[in-house]
C-alpha cells in the first residue's frame, strides 16, 4: 500500500492550496482517510478525516477554512486549504486507516510553508 501526497510548496498568508493524496494497493473507499499535519517541534495533529460514509471531521484551528474530499473513481483526496496562515505551516501526511481489518497506512508527506 502507497499513499503518494503532492501540491505543497510556498504560499502567501491568505492563499490557498489543495494538495492531493492519491493511494495505491487500497481502495479509500472503504478506509477512512485523514490528514494530519506536524510543525517543527511539535506532534503530529489531526487536520481533518472523512469516512466511508463521507462524515467529516475537523481540528477547530482549521475549521472553515480546510475541506476533506475523496474522489473514489480516481482513488483520490484531497485537502482544499484556504485563507492559509503561517501557523498553517508544516508537513502534511495522509493516512487511511481501516476500521475492520484494523490497517493504518502513512504517505512520506509533503511539506507546506505559508509565508510572506
Known amino acids: 500500500v502507497q499513499l503518494v501526497e503532492i501540491g505543497g510548496g510556498l504560499v502567501q498568508p491568505g492563499g490557498s492550496l489543495s494538495p492531493p493524496c492519491a493511494a495505491h494497493g487500497t481502495i479509500i473507499s472503504t478506509n477512512t482517510m485523514g490528514w494530519y499535519r506536524q510543525a517543527p517541534g511539535k506532534e503530529r495533529e489531526l487536520v481533518a478525516t472523512?469516512?466511508?460514509?463521507?462524515?467529516?471531521n475537523y481540528a477547530d484551528s482549521v475549521k472553515g477554512r480546510f475541506t476533506i474530499t475523496r474522489d473514489n473513481a480516481k482513488n483520490t483526496v484531497y485537502l482544499q486549504m484556504n485563507s492559509l496562515k503561517p501557523e498553517d505551516t508544516a508537513v502534511y501526511y495522509c493516512?487511511?486507516?481501516?476500521?475492520?481489518?484494523?490497517?493504518?497506512?502513512w504517505g512520506k508527506g509533503t511539506l507546506v510553508t505559508v509565508s510572506s
Open positions: 493516512n487511511a486507516d481501516h476500521p475492520l481489518y484494523g490497517t493504518n497506512y
Open positions: 472523512i469516512t466511508s460514509s463521507g462524515r467529516t
